[in-house]
Each structure stands twice: as C-alpha cells, then as structure tokens.
Nanobody, 113 residues
Framework: QVQLVESGGGLVQAGGSLRLSCAPS????????MAWYRQAPGKQRELVAF???????NYADSVKGRFTISRDNAENRGYLRMSSLKPEDTALYYC???????WGQGTQVTVSS
C-alpha cells in the first residue's frame, strides 16, 4: 500500500530552522490537498499546516509566521519549512493527504533550548 514518507527531521537549537519533505512511496498517489501534523510525547496528534489543491494554506496558531507549507506539483513532494524553532516544537512530524491515508513513520524534530 502506498504510504507517505517523511524526511528532514533532526536536532536543532532553539531559533534554528529545518525543512521537512514528504513524498509518496509509489507513483499512484498524488499529493493534492495535504497537511503536516505533529505528535509530542504524551499528547495527541495535532494539525500543524494544511495546503489545499488550489494552494490555499492554513496554519495552527502556534506556528503562524514561523512555518510555511508548500507543494511541488511537478515533483509530487510536499514541504514544511520551519524557522524560529522552539523547544515546544519538539515532536514526531507526519505528512498526510486530506482526507487522510494510513500514517507513515514520521520524522523526529527535536529542538534544544
């Protein structure tokens, strides 16, 4: 079954930046409407950013002005540019289509203070 594969996470100091990438594991899945989510230890998975098939975007209040979601239609890849990172951004980050498909493995983002 085609899944979404996330990459680009890592350990970064507070104030730093990372760019996460997302791509389907197979050619049959197109990233049209998609979103990034995150799940911190002991917390529920939450929506971070969304981009529609038309390119309109929406963000969680906690990341507005710091994160940017984008999509490369030619490459069929999605991205999440994260800047001014804070320790509270530490989480496992997932991408998914909207409506959601089975979840991938996610990519860990850890922000040190």
């Amino acid at each position: 079954q085609v899944q979404l594969v996330e990459s680009g996470g890592g350990l970064v100091q507070a104030g730093g930046s990372l760019r996460l990438s997302c791509a389907p594991s197979g050619r049959s899945l197109r990233l049209n409407s998609m979103a990034w989510y995150r799940q911190a230890p002991g917390k529920q998975r939450e929506l971070v950013a969304f981009i529609s098939i038309t390119g309109s975007t929406n963000y969680a209040d906690s990341v507005k002005g710091r994160f940017t979601i984008s999509r490369d239609n030619a490459e069929n890849r999605g991205y999440l540019r994260m800047s001014s990172l804070k320790p509270e951004d530490t989480a496992l980050y997932y991408c998914n289509t909207v409506p959601n498909r089975p979840w991938g493995q996610g990519t860990q983002v850890t922000v040190s203070s």
